[in-house]
């Protein structure tokens, strides 16, 4: 049975081919081309950022690993995500690309161009993609090849990305490279003898240390470390030896007090290096013609014309995530009924039954059920962002959400989050810095997504008298248009005050290309959102699955066999009366509406709920709204669902009289009403504010890259509704009111 | 205050061009400018503004770049 296992690793590794890019330079599209649809998309580990990766046939070199960095302007980093290109690159902890191909936009070549010279700094084989050259040839721009090559040292590769052109003479010149693979010169930047001396000491520096071996590697290192470390260490790179830094930071220093500015110097000698190639490689015409994008843009981002715009395509937007998705939920809301339905047919009563039809398959429902809205809001986000329309947008609205601190591109998120908080937070990825991200996605769920509403519609009717109005305008309208501008007012104000403390530093700057318009390929677009949703199954799902189960579970146990028993004997002397079926089936469903009733109210979360009414009770609210609102967890509509079964209602929805009834005949155990309308508001205000839902949690953290900025969302929701309701509620009372 | 030559890019017209000499202010800021070709001696015209004034478009190394005029306000240009 031993057989020794081959050795695995170094011998039989495949040759590595890193893909990095500006963002908007087509790279995505490239990557589909050149590898297919077998692409495996995973996170890198820790952080949030997709490493996409596939394996593609190089002619001689057999199979080849392609994988996609995140597309960037430069490699200087300022969070542990922007670092992962960098070490990649470098194989500083994992395997050295063997080639680097650098897609840049040929009608932006110079911006394209400054990525490439990092790239090439490092000293590995690069391959440089003038990618939309059917834009640039159409622009009339003329790119000197050969001359490219020379000058740069790296291959060069003319495609049109989008229609699969020159693809195969790149998958050729990658088999080329990485057989013949041979040294690259690099480029010689024309620093200042300080600055120069500055580099070389500190990559001298990592050479005695042994952290890089080769020269070209550790001055390029060097130059990235100059340009990313902070001396406050406000910089958020990690794995960095706390003497390197030390070394960089006192470079730093040393080279401020002489007045040298290091990352001007840097920079500049750059892109006067850039400008050299541009001038020998490119004729770019002199007078540009007013291009198509030019002449969209006049209408499009016009005064007036770009407002307008602005508001239909968000309206087209939010009108499809509210309605366009329900067919579909709905639909798989009935096969998930059918499926329980289907699973209690065929298997005896139970315990194992309950788990398998409750917990799993509900589970799986709960997990399901959101695929609609992410499928349709990312083919819009994905359609928006191809066509060019997205940074507009940003470009639209930035103004407005500035002044609480968050960024153009946020609104999209924020307003899908009044859909549903799940596929709004997964849209933050159009952010393009963590902080923006973060912000975003701990301030959306604040926004009224539209699990809220049925809550809404329940206590408003129960509360307001179908008459009662508030000048004119009905009360339960009014406090329904209260809840909507409440999430509003909460979600900017915790934005602007997150800012300032959590998420406390210099707001990232706004910085933000705006494309050409361009057609969108539909087949690519299609693949991108099927690989948003499968993400969603695979890393969201399970969490949500899980959260299902031991919801379930405290929800149902332990369960008192007396109950059982008692609801069984009711059953059978049911059975035994002379009565007609209509009347017999009532009183059956009555008792089991009572048996289910009796079992909540003993499980664990029944159990919580009364120890917990101490807690609530200043919110006006007894133990068993306290049941309903850990009911909701599950989900938001949850609530009405067991807080029927708490009053010995099943089945009951919004619309729901009986159970309306029951909820204004609560009283307090003092015979006093339970649901006053300034309970009912407070109820209100409550859900508005509190994370009441477990799959935003999951989200979070997959978002987000941990548990940490989950619970802390929770949390200070959490404590944000209870403070308010408080308010509301003992405020109400003091004044008077809903008594 | 910078000398009589320099003006803020925030301040130039729509429709104007101007050579870019220096950008004051945070150091991630000043840095992500720079990286995006805002260099000294870069020519910048400005496209336009955004229907609400602000952030506005500039035209800089054959590309549209978007910045918002807090961030024009550190850039001196002549
Ligand atoms: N005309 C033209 N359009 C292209 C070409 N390559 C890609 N596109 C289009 O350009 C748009 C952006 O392409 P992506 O592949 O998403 O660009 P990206 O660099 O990955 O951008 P991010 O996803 O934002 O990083 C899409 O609408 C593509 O269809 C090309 O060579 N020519």
């Known amino acids: ?739 | 205050m910078s000398p009589s030559s320099h003006r803020l890019l925030a301040r130039v017209p729509v429709g104007s061009t101007a050579v870019v000499c220096r950008i004051s202010g945070e150091r991630p800021v000043v840095r992500r400018l720079l990286e995006m070709g805002l260099v000294p001696g870069t020519r910048v015209t400005v496209q336009r503004e955004a229907p609400l004034g602000d952030p506005m478009e500039l035209r800089v190394r054959n590309y549209a770049l978007s910045i918002r005029r807090a961030d024009a306000l550190r850039i001196e240009v002549e």
Not at chain 1, 110 to 118: I, K, Q, S
Not at chain 1, 408 to 435: H, N
Not at chain 1, 455 to 474: E, H, K, N, P, Q
Not at chain 1, 715 to 731: C, E, F, K, P, R
């Open chain 1, 1 to 739: 049975m031993s057989t020794p296992l081959p050795p695995v690793g170094a011998v039989t590794r495949r040759p590595l081919v890193l893909v990095a890019g500006n963002p908007n330079s087509g790279k995505s599209s490239l990557f589909n081309a050149l590898c297919g649809t077998r692409t495996k998309v995973a996170n890198y580990p820790g952080v949030t950022i997709e490493r996409r990766s596939a394996t593609m046939q190089a002619e001689g070199a057999g199979e080849v690993e392609v994988v996609d960095l995140p597309g960037t302007y430069s490699l200087a980093a300022r969070s542990p995500e922007e670092q992962i290109a960098v070490e990649s690159l470098m194989g500083r902890g994992v395997q050295r690309p063997d080639a680097i191909l650098v897609v840049a936009d040929a009608t932006a070549l110079a911006r394209g161009l400054y990525l490439t010279l990092e790239v090439l700094e490092i000293g590995r084989p690069v391959i440089l993609v003038l990618n939309m050259a059917d834009e640039a040839a159409r622009d009339g721009i003329v790119l000197d090849v050969p001359a490219l090559e020379r000058l740069t040292g790296a291959r060069v590769v003319q495609t049109v990305a989008s229609q699969g052109v020159g693809v195969d003479e790149l998958r050729r010149v990658v088999a080329e490279v990485l057989g013949h693979p041979r040294p690259v010169p690099a480029p010689a930047l024309t620093l200042s003898p300080a600055v120069r001396a500055d580099v070389e000491a500190l990559a001298a520096f990592i050479m005695t240390e042994r952290w890089l071996t080769h020269q070209t590697e550790a001055a390029a290192w060097a130059r990235w470390l100059l340009l990313s470390v902070e001396a406050d260490g406000s910089d958020g790179l990690t794995g960095i030896p706390a003497t390197l830094r030390e070394a960089v930071v006192g470079i730093q220093q040393r080279a401020s007090d002489a007045g040298r500015d290091i990352d001007l110097e840097i920079i500049a000698s750059r892109y006067r290096l850039v400008d050299e190639w541009m001038t020998a490689a490119s004729a770019v015409p002199r007078a540009e013609r007013r291009s198509l994008t030019d002449r969209v843009d006049a209408v499009l981002t016009h005064r007036i014309g770009g407002v307008v715009a602005f508001g239909l395509v968000m309206l087209v937007v939010f009108q499809a995530l509210f309605t366009w998705a329900e067919p579909a939920i709905e639909a798989i809301e009935s096969l998930v009924a059918l499926v329980q339905d289907g699973v209690r047919a065929v298997m005896p009563p139970g315990p194992l039954t309950a788990l398998l039809v409750e917990g799993v398959v509900a589970g799986v429902g709960n997990v399901v059920v959101f695929v609609p809205q992410i499928a349709l809001l990312f083919f819009f986000i994905g359609l928006l962002e191809d066509l060019g329309y997205l940074a507009r947008a940003a470009f639209v609205i930035d103004r407005v959400m500035r002044a609480v601190g968050l960024h153009g591109r946020a609104f999209v998120p924020m307003l899908s989050g009044f859909s549903c908080a799940v596929p709004a937070v997964m849209s933050t990825r159009t952010l393009e810095q963590r902080k923006d991200r973060l912000l975003t996605m701990l301030v959306l769920p604040l926004t009224s997504c539209s699990a809220r509403l049925p809550v809404y519609v329940l206590i408003t009717a129960t509360v307001f008298d179908a008459g009662s109005s508030v000048m004119g305008i009905r009360s339960g309208a009014l406090a329904l248009f209260g809840m909507y501008a409440l999430s509003v007012v909460a979600a900017l104000l915790a934005a602007g005050v997150l800012r300032r403390t959590v998420l406390p530093g210099p707001a990232p700057t706004f910085v933000l290309e705006l494309p050409p318009y361009r057609r969108p390929v539909l087949s690519f677009l299609l693949q991108g959102v099927w690989q948003r949703v499968r993400t969603f199954l695979i890393d969201a799902g399970t969490v949500i699955l899980a959260l299902t189960i031991v919801l379930w579970a405290l929800l149902s146990y332990p369960r008192d066999p007396e109950v059982t028993a008692q609801a069984e004997a009711d059953r059978a002397a049911v059975m035994a009366l002379a009565l007609n079926d209509e009347a017999r089936q009532a009183r059956l469903d009555d008792i089991d509406s009572r048996e289910s009733g009796a079992h909540l109210r003993n499980s664990v979360a029944g159990r919580l709920g009364r120890a917990f009414e101490p807690v609530i009770a200043p919110l006006g609210f007894d133990w068993r709204i306290g049941v309903g609102i850990l009911g909701a967890f599950a989900a938001r509509e949850v609530f009405v669902g067991t807080l029927g079964v708490v009053f010995d209602i099943s089945g009951a929805d919004e619309a729901n009289e009986p159970l309306r009834e029951v909820l204004r005949q609560a009283t307090w155990p003092d015979g006093s009403p339970l649901m006053t309308p300034l309970a009912g508001v407070s109820l209100m205000v409550f859900f508005a504010l509190a994370c009441q839902c477990m799959s935003t949690v999951a989200i979070v953290r997959r978002e987000s890259g941990g548990w940490r900025w989950a619970l802390f969302m929770v949390a200070y929701m959490t404590v944000l509704a209870y403070a308010a309701s408080l308010l509301v509620y003992q405020g109400g009372r003091w004044m008077g009111w809903g008594l």
